[in-house]
């Protein structure tokens, strides 16, 4: 299964389409070194990251995320206005065939959201921790943001998952 | 504390419920309800459904998928679903199969749409296993290059869904309703949709294929068969799914609009 994501990923960060084959067994299996992880920000265990910036937390999905999800084709984000809660979802992509949840790292009101990805939403795949940038919160419990992984934790988390499958 | 799933065969539980022609806005809001509300896994199958249907996707656009004057001429009812994926027109003659499952259910299974289609893809290897040159094509099952059946999926923080329309048998006037989508799999080669589908009836009873996909799970499942009045009681919460028809207005400004 390693294999399988790792030629995938190859191919998705080559831009190469492959068709799909049935699982072959494995001999043995790589350890995934391709995601980019960001020192600065926070991360949640649902592949999400944040950035806290004075009063304001901008939110996206992390290139492991983006790069496991494929191709993104549509995005789905809330109003500015609406408010989002730590581990639950506020929006979905859409990518493959499927609908993939995003689960917010914070509690707080959402001020303003990337329209762009409406009409871009490839902006994902190609910049996951800028143009890709999805929501920007007014944290409302900033202490949160403690019980969230930093870069070298959320490296290690990525690697123990992609090695235990 | 993690409550036990397993039976002594030491298999996770999976619910099996087993439709005939339920209508199929009915079986996905059904579905959409147990992703989101059951912790329990689930096996739908559904064997054909009432009315010819079109089915989008979540992003589907209707000026860009369907013919829409004869969708609405004809009285077609349209349906947008909640996971993502393609447009099907569906009747009695698609079968339809669905797995929802928690993520650890599939051991090692990383909850991604590319890893649970090729799960979902040696579950079926073994229901066709001799029959035809099955595979798993760029997300679509098929015999060699022509495609029996459309997937899709949804994946939350805790589950996923993979569910399967496969055309047992269709009527090829309905095929009229559909464009040929913009976005559509290499492999298609840009083929119309008669030179791109094929019949399952053609390689397989229709029972017999019901059987042994109960079969095949029952490989990887204990299978604990449930009827349909068990879904009243299984799911306890209010909720609001939001699979549902699209309104003619919709659809009818949706023509003006070209979208």
């Not at chain 1, 959201?113 to 143009?131: C, D, H, M, Q, R």
Request: contains cysteine; glycine residues 8%.
């Amino acid at each position: 299964m390693a294999l399988t994501l790792w030629a995938s990923s190859t191919a998705n960060a080559l831009k190469i389409s492959c068709a799909s084959k049935p699982h072959l067994s494995l001999a043995f299996s790589f350890s995934r070194c391709f995601s980019t992880v960001l020192d600065g920000l926070k991360y949640a265990n649902s592949h999400e990251w944040v950035k806290h910036e004075g009063s304001v937390a901008t939110i996206g999905i992390t290139d492991h995320a983006q790069d496991h999800l494929g191709e993104v084709v549509f995005v789905e984000l809330p109003e500015p206005g609406g408010s989002v809660s730590q581990g639950k979802g506020f929006g979905a992509v859409e990518s493959v065939k499927a609908t993939s949840d995003i689960n917010s790292p914070i509690s707080g009101e959402v001020v303003e959201v990337n329209s762009k990805l409406t009409e871009a939403p490839g902006l994902i795949n190609k910049s996951p921790y800028e143009e890709g940038w999805m929501i920007k919160v007014k944290p409302s419990s900033p202490s949160e943001l403690e019980s969230l992984m930093g870069s070298k934790e959320y490296t290690k988390f990525c690697e123990e998952e992609d090695a235990s499958h | 504390m993690i409550i036990p799933q397993t039976r002594n065969i030491g298999l996770p539980m999976m619910n099996l419920m087993r439709f005939k022609g339920l209508p199929i806005l009915q079986q996905l809001q059904i579905e959409e309800q147990l992703l989101r509300t059951s912790s329990e896994n689930w096996c739908i199958i559904n064997d054909g459904t009432n009315d010819p249907t079109i089915v989008m996707g979540v992003s589907g656009k209707p000026a860009e998928l369907l013919e829409i004057e004869s969708v609405l001429r004809d009285q077609v009812p349209v349906i947008r679903r909640f996971t993502g994926g393609g447009t099907v027109i569906v009747d009695n003659g698609t079968i339809f199969v669905t797995f929802i499952c928690n993520k650890e259910a599939v051991p090692d299974l990383q909850p991604y749409p590319r890893p649970i289609m090729s799960w979902s893809s040696t579950l079926y290897s073994k229901v066709f296993q001799g029959i035809g040159d099955f595979n798993l094509r760029e997300n679509d099952y098929v015999f060699g290059n022509h495609k029996f059946g459309g997937n899709a999926q949804s994946i939350t923080k805790n589950k996923w869904i993979h569910h399967t329309s496969f055309l047992w048998d269709f009527d090829v006037r309905n095929m009229a309703y559909l464009k040929l989508p913009k976005r559509a799999p290499a492999y298609r080669s840009a083929r119309g949709h008669l030179d791109f589908i094929c019949r399952l009836k053609d390689y397989m009873p229709r029972s017999i294929f019901i059987d042994k996909t109960v079969e095949a799970a029952g490989t990887q499942f204990s299978l604990r068969s449930l009827k349909s009045e068990a879904i009243e009681t299984c799911s306890k919460t209010e909720f609001c799914p939001s699979t549902r028809f699209l309104t003619n207005e919709e659809l009818e400004a949706a023509a003006v609009a070209g979208q």
